[in-house]
Structures are given as structure tokens and as C-alpha cells.
Antibody, heavy 122, light 113 residues
Framework: QVQLVESGGGVVQPGGSLRLSCAAS????????MHWVRQAPGKGLEWVAV????????YHVDSVRGRFTISRDNSKNTLYLQLNSLRSEDTGVYYC???????????????WGQGTLVTVSS | DIVMTQSPDSLAVSLGERATINCKSS????????????LGWYQQKPGQPPRLLIY???NRESGVPDRFSGSGSGTDFTLTISSLQAEDVAVYYC?????????FGGGTKVEIK
């Protein structure tokens, strides 16, 4: 069965860095686009970034562009999100999510991980 | 960016009654070349990740009970729970995947009256 397991969250000071990972199993990882979506405490969902199945396409939302970087290692079935220059407003649960359709890039999400909590606080 | 606006913010419905959630996009999410609306619906229960319910505005995801249905086209969409069950208490989100940045509605909290 499909599993997405995030890790790497924690408490970090403003201006600090973290690297989130999402280990995927149960499907052919290299055939699917992958996403990061975050949720501030008690708030709604905010899409953060996407990477295509073959890494040729990446897109980051304006609020994180230049600070966060999405990447993947298809040989390790793992998705990453590098978070730099963190701000208090970046606090929240970060989910990885899988495109429902292989290759095509139709970006709705049929599987989500359980999330990893990032807390930016001094 | 396409702004997704959901209404109401919350609603309380009696068990067995109908719940209706609305979602409006600031621009059409209908791709005319394939006549598909790039709109999905998700359910999120407390402490859990979201779960895909509906895609292409009206296609039910595998395993989703048939009391959940989606409708609408262009800019106006609706998620209907035909007969509310206790396990349907959750926050529901619409999402457009017509263009990046992908955007979600603000969410609608469904409770039991």
C-alpha cells in the first residue's frame, strides 16, 4: 500500500534552516509528481511546492520562493524540502502529497503523509 | 493567482440530513479543450491529513461513500453530503489544480446539530 512518511521537523530559531524528507513506498515513485502542503496551527491548507516526476519542473509559491527548495531522489524514493531563512509564519505541519495521476501532472492529491511539525520560535 | 472562496465557514446539520458546501473560484477552472473542471474536494478530520473525496469536480475517489457528491462547472462548485453521518464531522476544502500556484479554499467545518 502507498505510504508517505515525513521527517525532519522540529523547533528552529528565526533565520534558521531545516531539511524535511518524505520517504515513499508502495508505488513507482519516479512516475509521479510530488508536492509539499503546509498547515499553520488551527488554519487552512497552503500549497507550498511541486516537483515533476523527472525533476524537470519545479514551482514554489511566492511566500517561500528563494527560501525553500523542493527536490527529490528517485533512486532513494525520497522527496525533500530545504527550508532556509525561516520565519515565524512558516510554523505549521508540513505534508508531502502525491499526484493522483502518473506523469501527466494533473495536480490533485490521492495520498498524503501524516505530516511533520515545524516550529519557528526564538 | 486563482482565489478559492468557500461558504459557509461552518455549518451544523442533523444526522441523516443534507449538508451543502459551496466553493467559488475567482477565474474559471474549466479547461475547454477537454471539458474538465480542475477542481477537487478534500476532507480533513482532527489530527489527520486531508483525504481526497472528489476530483474533476464530480468524480468520486475510490472508497468514498456515495453520499458524497460534487457538482458545478466554471467558477461555482458544490459538495453535497446527502445524509450526514457522525463520521462526516470534519473540515472540507476545495482545491483548484487548473494553474499554479495551486490554491485551496479556506475550509468549511461540518458539525452535528
Amino acid at each position: 500500500q502507498v505510504q508517505l512518511v515525513e521527517s525532519g521537523g522540529g523547533v528552529v530559531q528565526p533565520g534558521g534552516s531545516l531539511r524535511l524528507s518524505c520517504a515513499a513506498s508502495g508505488f513507482t515513485f519516479s512516475n509521479y509528481g510530488m508536492h509539499w502542503v503546509r498547515q499553520a496551527p488551527g488554519k487552512g491548507l497552503e500549497w507550498v511546492a511541486v516537483i515533476s516526476y523527472d525533476e524537470t519542473y519545479k514551482y514554489h509559491v511566492d511566500s517561500v520562493r528563494g527560501r525553500f527548495t523542493i527536490s527529490r531522489d528517485n533512486s532513494k524514493n525520497t522527496l525533500y524540502l530545504q527550508l532556509n531563512s525561516l520565519r515565524s509564519e512558516d510554523t505549521g505541519v508540513y505534508y508531502c502529497a502525491k499526484d493522483a495521476v502518473a506523469i501527466s501532472g494533473d495536480n490533485y492529491f490521492d495520498y498524503w503523509g501524516q505530516g511533520t511539525l515545524v516550529t519557528v520560535s526564538s | 493567482d486563482i482565489v478559492m472562496t468557500q461558504s459557509p465557514d461552518s455549518l451544523a446539520v442533523s444526522l441523516g440530513e443534507r449538508a451543502t458546501i459551496n466553493c467559488k473560484s475567482s477565474r474559471s477552472v474549466l479547461f475547454t479543450s477537454n471539458n474538465k473542471n480542475y477542481l477537487g474536494w478534500y476532507q480533513q478530520k482532527p489530527g489527520q491529513p486531508p483525504r481526497l473525496l472528489i476530483y474533476w469536480a464530480s468524480n468520486r475517489e475510490s472508497g468514498v461513500p456515495d453520499r458524497f457528491s460534487g457538482s458545478g462547472s466554471g467558477t461555482d462548485f458544490t459538495l453535497t453530503i446527502s445524509s450526514l453521518q457522525a463520521e462526516d464531522v470534519a473540515v472540507y476544502y476545495c482545491q483548484q489544480f487548473y494553474s499554479t500556484p495551486l490554491t485551496f479554499g479556506g475550509g468549511t467545518k461540518v458539525e452535528i446539530k
